[in-house]
């Protein structure tokens, strides 16, 4: 199917590929459907974009944690576990929203700061292509000498 982005244009999506998000994600709970790209030139991406399919002006850029040198250790409730259809816990992905930070320098827009929001990881099954939000983690940050 073909689907007009705000940012990206005119995608093809393929129908098989769409993360279902059963509740949404805060603040944006009617955007339930997303397709997750990436550049096509790029051998290994490391910034992806999760277009939303229900507003086309939702458009979120996510990494991996591992990028970042973040592991996390996430427990999930029984109602989550139900929520992504998870039987398998080698299926589940963990990805952050990253986002600029503060006001833009319009000398030199590309400087602003860049965050990740790490209390807030997107939890998604790849096989089941079922997502949540886990919110409000705790988190203990331990540096290692390597």
Same mark, same amino acid.
């Given at each position: 199917?073909?689907f ?18 059963? %509740?949404?994600?805060p ?13 096509? %030139?790029? %051998?290994?991406?490391?910034? @992806? ?7 086309? %002006? ?44 503060g ?9 602003? @700061? ?33």
């Open positions: 199917m073909l007009n982005t705000s940012l990206l244009g005119e995608v093809d999506v393929d129908e098989q590929s769409i993360i279902t998000f059963a %509740d949404g994600l603040a944006f709970e009617h955007c339930k459907r997303f397709k997750l790209f990436h550049d096509a %030139d790029c %051998d290994s991406p490391r910034v @992806h974009w999760l277009q939303s399919l229900d507003e086309p %002006d939702v458009l979120f850029s996510v990494t991996e944690p591992g990028n970042l040198g973040i592991r996390y250790e996430v427990q999930l409730d029984d109602t989550e576990v139900a929520s992504l259809q998870l039987t398998r816990p080698e299926d589940v992905g963990v990805l952050l929203i990253i986002y600029r930070d006001q833009e320098d319009p000398q030199q827009p590309l400087l602003t @700061h860049l965050r990740a929001n790490v209390r807030n990881p997107l939890i998604i099954n790849f096989a089941k292509l079922q997502g949540l939000q886990k919110t409000n983690l705790d988190c203990d940050i331990v540096f290692h000498n390597r």
